[in-house]
């Protein structure tokens, strides 16, 4: 009990490193100038995919810290991603039971419906109050990015890392054995 409690705080530090590194390079001053296309949000696939393969390692206060101070640190409006973040991360983790027989399209097909949901309700609010944001079509193109760049980024952060689905109910935690 005391290994398994251990390696989740390791993971959920390691996460926090992780969000913190990604967060450092976004405010490097490394993009030249206007007209180039925007990067994938790097930071949410890893998120969902860590809520996909191993919910109990990114708790709703964790992701909701992390993605808060990544706001005021991006100059996003305070909240308004972090609140879409938690509401895409329940949907996945409550369809975790679903999820872990499903093949990879299937799974690649549900995060590609939650990162669409979320950017669109998220450009549909900043409309709603009159906030400025970039245009609609770079804002296209940057969830199609990130759509594409979940397999990277789900091997690399995920499987990598040795996360995987686990493959059945007396696997996750707290399980009675």
């Known amino acids: 009990m005391a290994d398994r409690i251990g390696g989740l705080w390791w993971y959920r530090a390691l996460f926090v490193l992780i969000a ?3 967060v450092f390079l976004h405010l490097l001053p490394l993009h030249p100038g206007p007209g180039q296309l925007p990067g994938p949000d790097v930071l949410l ?3 969902l995919s860590w809520t996909i393969m191993r919910p109990e390692l990114v708790p709703v206060l964790l992701v909701a810290a992390v993605f808060l101070v990544c706001d005021l640190l991006i100059m996003r409006p305070p ?3 972090t609140a879409l973040t938690v509401l895409g991360c329940e949907f996945l983790r409550s369809r975790r039971i679903l999820l872990r027989n499903a093949s990879f399209p299937v799974e690649w097909l549900l995060v590609t419906g939650v990162v669409a949901g979320m950017t669109v ?3 549909l609010i900043l409309s709603l109050f009159a906030v400025p944001q970039p ?3 770079l804002t296209v193109i940057r969830m199609l990015f990130t759509i594409a ?3 990277l980024v789900l091997v690399l952060a995920g499987r990598a890392l040795g996360l995987s689905k686990p493959k059945g109910e007396s696997e996750s935690l707290g399980a009675r054995r």
Do not use: E, M, R
């Open 20 to 22: 913190a590194f990604v």
């Open 135 to 137: 245009a609609f079509g």
């Open 121 to 123: 309700a998220n450009a």
């Open 45 to 47: 696939l890893l998120v």
């Open 149 to 151: 760049v979940y397999p």
């Open 79 to 81: 909240g308004l991603w």
